[in-house]
């Protein structure tokens, strides 16, 4: 299956910074990227659909302001937490969508953030 | 609004044993449904995606189910064995690959030797 890669795998922060976690279609030019948030022992939710060239649509109750998507090239998306706060410590995952050989997305390995 | 269920929240079972978990959803226009398998602090590993024009899928021990009109997906899960044990989700996607996928809670497994 095609390959998506996240950078980084785990991040430990303090309160206050901006973390930066990128998202690369290794194998196919992704049109659409997705971002999914996991807080534990609960499921995978939706935070933004991010189109290349063009602005992230953001999930109610997603603050777009915090959570800084850009999707500059068809294999590149990255999310920015800016101002992390513990209550954002969660499991960061992306998707990469439209590989015109299987129509569906591609996951990538996740990123654990913890903010102290 | 597609809302995705899944039956059981928590299973155990005896190594060997055949189980079944469920998912149900709410809006039958589901383009496919996949089957997901995370270990704990993992990411997901996907198992079986079915097409809303098939019924069933096959891989290994692992096979999936679809009825689109009942709202319902299965996994059927032969002879388990103690590697099994994880949290599967199910998700639906609406239109297309280009569309996000819509997760069930899971269904967290244990095989117990």
Known sequence: GAVVSQHPSRVICKSGTSVKI????????????????????????LMATSNEGSKATYEQGVEKDKFLINHASLTLSTLTVTSAHPEDSSFYICSAGGNPRTDTQYFGPGTRLTVL | KQEVTQIP????????????????????????????RQDPGKGLTSLLLIQSSQREQTSGRLNASLDKSSGRSTLYIAASQPGDSATYLCAGGRNSGNTPLVFGKGTRLSVIA
């Open chain 2, 9 to 36: 929240a928590a299973l155990s079972v005896p190594e060997g044993e055949n189980l079944v978990l469920n998912c149900s959803f709410t809006d039958s226009a589901i383009y496919n449904l996949q089957w997901f």
């Open chain 1, 22 to 45: 990128e998202c690369r279609s290794l194998d196919f030019q992704a049109t659409t990227m997705f971002w999914y948030r996991q807080f534990p022992k609960k499921s995978l939710m």
